[in-house]
């Protein structure tokens, strides 16, 4: 069985999809001709896909879903999934937050029939995003069922040994450990979390992070709120990533697109955890976005439809649609998109 290197599973996985799910709306990428001689390049693809290359050929659309009963999670869901714990008040009148986050390994797919042994926490990538109001006491109770150490590192301000790095504090949990992560919520803004074990690459590519949001004291203007967190997959573990996306699964909001309201405002907490590349980007099609780096400004920096942040950047965007319709997203760097990291928005009237 061949390998699905980065160069096939564009040949194999982007053209014929782009082309069976946009048609003539993406013209250069969509070319019949394009597809077919990108295909010659990689001998058969069925050797690689089985019968789903056969299917990609014919017109993909039709399998190109993974079914989320066999993930155990949803990218529709979870786009719009904030996870605000347990609360309880202390005797100081501080809200205390508490969350429990199992680490384990699992396998899951990343594209139809492309699976990927991962690491997960919570059993799902990304794993949950954990929300919170500035200002409160934070919880997080850490087991690891994975047969590998791992921890939590969270961005934020907090003391050294609750920092979830290596020889500091509880340091590496090993298989069937537990630690507990304490700290304040701050600085407001959206953060991130991801494990610190080495090599770090590797405990990243797996799967381990989240977003992490600190809600401003005051907080926001209501909005139709959606976490996006970037990230891509080393399938055949060759350094290079073969299927990019925003919450895991490639092409997923192409097919099932993000339904938002006409004229409603939109906030979209943007993490770029992408493992290999230097750099990720986010384009908006037919629109502009005002821009927070990190969130933790209340004033935007940029109008624009274009960012680019590099692994551990994360941005809010705010934008509203003024007109229905289906408006493309994706990676401005155009490989990226082809192998998976593109969606639709669909406006309704
Ligand atoms: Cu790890």
Redesign the pocket.
Known sequence: MEKLTRRRALCVLGAPVIAAATGAGLASAGDPGEGMHGMEHGATPGATYGAHAGAAHAGFAGAALVDPAVNGFDPSELVRDFDWGRTRRLASGRVLREWELI?EDKEFQVAPGVSFAG?VYNGRVPGPTLRAREGELLRIRFLNASA????IHFHGIHPSFMDGIPDIGAGLIRTGGSTVYEFDARPFGLHLYH?H?GPLAA?IA?G?YGAFIVDPRQGRRDADELVMVMNAFDTNFDQANEVYAVNTVGFHYLYRPVRVKREEPVRIYLVNILEFDPINSFHIHANFFHYYPTGTSLAPSEYTDTIVQAQGQRGILELAFPYPGKYMFHAHKTEFAELGWMGFFEVEP
């Open positions: 680490a690491w590998h150490p791992h921890t494990c074990a405990h797996k381990l």
